[in-house]
């Protein structure tokens, strides 16, 4: 199993038809103060697994790690690979939504997605401290 698409958004959803959409992507967070606690963010990955891996179930965690790798989150849970179309490979999507998580300083940071313990995909973005303007 590979991830083919991993990115950060305001919002995403998956229609009915399997059709994926996302919506205001980022890769910065400007941050007014520090420590600062992010309102809400979706993590969005796409996975494909080929006809060997239908079936069976994986083990998937992702972590949120800060420049120095310390571990700021993780998530662990596990997915049952669909049966798909003979010829093509079976397309997992996932959403996944983060709400208030906190940042104690500003630098760059990094979700992880690993499968079966093995890193997938790095999803990489910086927060930055934007000090208030001053009102003349």
């Known amino acids: 199993m590979e991830v083919s698409l991993a990115v950060l958004a305001d ?4 229609t009915k038809e399997g ?12 941050a007014r103060v520090i420590p600062y606690i ?3 963010m979706l993590l969005v990955w796409e996975a ?8 069976t179930r994986k083990d998937v965690e992702i972590k ?8 700021i989150l993780s998530v662990r849970g596990n997915l049952e690979v669909p049966r798909g179309e003979p010829g093509r490979p079976v397309r997992i999507n996932s959403l996944m939504g983060f709400n208030n998580v906190k940042f104690d300083a500003e ?5 992880a997605i690993l499968i ?7 999803v990489s973005f910086r927060v930055s401290y934007i000090p208030p303007v001053a009102k003349a």
């Open 11 to 14: 919002y995403a959803n998956v």
């Open 19 to 30: 059709k994926l959409n996302v919506m205001g992507l980022f890769t910065h967070i400007n």
């Open 38 to 40: 992010h309102p809400q």
């Open 48 to 55: 494909e697994a080929g006809p060997a891996e239908w079936g």
């Open 64 to 71: 949120l790690l800060d420049e120095a790798a310390n571990q």
């Open 107 to 111: 630098g760059d940071y990094e979700f």
């Open 116 to 122: 079966g313990g093995e890193t997938k995909k790095n």
